[in-house]
């Protein structure tokens, strides 16, 4: 729940006609999901797209390689630099994924890794 008012922020940036349906969608779930709570459920699906939407977005910003530019001679090291800052962004993903994983993971199991 932490990224869905960001994401519902990031649509109204840009509107097009996904977007607006996502922020009706995501306003009126989180108005019937607060009078009732078995309706709770019409919420879970647009707060999942909406986190998805900014989670993506945060590291699309904080992880763009910038583009490879040098001379013909340099260009073999500049190879190496640009897949090694592949590698480092594949795996910096995947550690922000194993952690947001482990960390949901506690909230429905609280104390199972003990």
Known sequence: MVFF????FLCFRKLENA???AILYGVLASYF???MI??????TPIACVLSALSVSTLLDTYLAMPPASGS???RASTRGKVR?????KHQLCGAVGLT???ISSERCHPGHLL
């Open 19 to 21: 977007h607006v349906f």
């Open 100 to 102: 947001l994983s482990s």
């Open 5 to 8: 008012p960001a994401g519902l």
């Open 33 to 35: 999901s607060g009078i």
């Open 84 to 88: 090694a800052r592949a590698n480092a």
């Open 72 to 74: 013909d001679s340099g």
């Open 38 to 43: 078995r309706l709770m459920l019409t919420l």
